[in-house]
């Protein structure tokens, strides 16, 4: 298990870097920034905090409301002039979230229903609810992080249809929608709407409905759920799935008992056209972290039904995070070069002045 981190209990707090030159007191950041640009009365406001230095402020607003409508307006502004060289990060975690899926069938797989999640957050943790003698409930708890768009927390969906099945999503700080139409002013016993529940449209009922259902694992048009290729019980016909389970179960055997997580061959991670770059492996850096997420992944095997299931979400994992690194270092050598050329650049420009080069 993770430690939390240290900010998580600072519900609806935001912290304000002012870069370069820009310095502000206190009461200045407050009604030019916060109330007058960003239109933020005062009411909402419970704390602020200056730090010495005129550069840094932390904003602790009344509600999460608030907190959130700042986020949205400092990220339609951040590119005027005044915000230019100022920063804003939350310091509360909100984006994560204690998701609860409810399905009462047997017969939905867990990597589905992750795959759905998938869809709208990023899944960070996962595992299925049984009561205290073992049994099974129905329900599903995954940890995820919601995704933001324009500064705006996209919420999942109340309810989850995976083929035939139906079921429930729910988590605290949930905005409830009807599930009919998807307002947010009333719910589905309430509703008025005559809503065609394929497409939402309001002209005709879902019998008459036009457009082709969707599959409601990936929402593409051109197939339904039993036929879509990432459903588990299509995948599981694929012949890769039964290597992968011999290849999982190779690994795992060949996991010691310490807490030192195996690194894979070049050859167990790569998929499709991608390669893992080796020289990655040289760097203690990069094999660390693998090391502490390759452990995280393996606490996530019992929620799978099969470790062929498991193994190729880590396989996705762990392309994923060797992309990552992959891309980050040469943009790091990236920068260098820029840094080496601007440097060569003023040398020359200061040779070509006539200037006597001392430092640079
Ligand atoms: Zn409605
Ligand atoms: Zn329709
Ligand atoms: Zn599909």
Not at 56 to 76: A, D, G, M, P, R
Not at 293 to 321: V, Y
Request: with cysteine.
């Amino acid at each position: 298990m993770a430690s939390a981190p240290s900010h998580a209990n600072r519900r609806n707090a935001v912290r304000f870097d002012l870069l370069e030159d820009l310095q502000m007191d206190r009461l200045q950041f407050s009604r030019q920034i916060l109330q007058k640009e960003l239109g933020i009365s005062t009411n909402q406001l419970d704390y602020l905090f200056a730090f010495p230095g005129k550069k840094i402020f932390e904003v602790i607003f009344t509600t999460t409301q608030h907190y959130e409508s700042c986020l949205e307006k400092f990220e339609k502004k951040k590119s005027a002039p005044s915000f230019r060289r100022i920063t804003i990060s939350p310091l509360a975690d909100i984006d994560l979230k204690t998701v609860h899926v409810m399905i009462f069938s047997e017969r939905v797989r867990n990597q589905d229903v992750w795959t759905w999640m998938a869809r709208y957050c990023e899944v960070i943790n996962a595992m299925e609810v049984m009561d205290i003698d073992g049994i099974k409930t129905g329900t599903r708890r995954f940890q995820v992080r919601l995704i933001r768009r324009q500064g705006a927390l996209q919420h999942l969906p109340n309810t989850i249809q995976l083929g035939a099945f139906r079921g429930s999503v729910f988590y605290p700080g949930q905005p409830k929608e009807c599930r009919k139409c998807g307002s947010l002013d009333h719910l589905a016993a309430a509703c008025t709407m005559d809503v065609c529940r394929n497409c939402k449209a309001l002209d005709h009922t879902t019998a008459h409905c036009p457009t082709p259902v969707k599959c409601n694992l990936c929402s593409s048009a051109n197939h339904r759920f039993k036929d879509c290729p990432q459903a588990y019980s299509n995948r599981l016909k694929l012949s890769t799935l039964r290597s992968a389970v011999s290849l999982s179960q190779e690994v795992m055997s060949e996991i010691p008992d310490d807490d030192q997580a195996p690194i894979p061959h070049a050859n167990q991670v790569q998929q499709g056209s991608w390669k893992l770059n080796i020289s990655l492996l040289q760097d203690e850096k990069v094999v660390s972290e693998f090391r502490v997420k390759l452990n995280h992944w393996l606490s996530l095997k019992p929620f799978f039904n099969l470790a062929g299931e498991w193994w190729e979400e880590m396989k996705i994992r762990a392309k994923r995070f060797f992309i990552d690194w992959g891309k980050r270092t040469a943009k790091k050598r990236r920068l260098k070069l820029q840094k080496h050329k601007a440097k060569l650049q003023r040398f020359y420009m200061m040779s070509y002045s006539g200037l006597m080069w001392q430092r640079i």
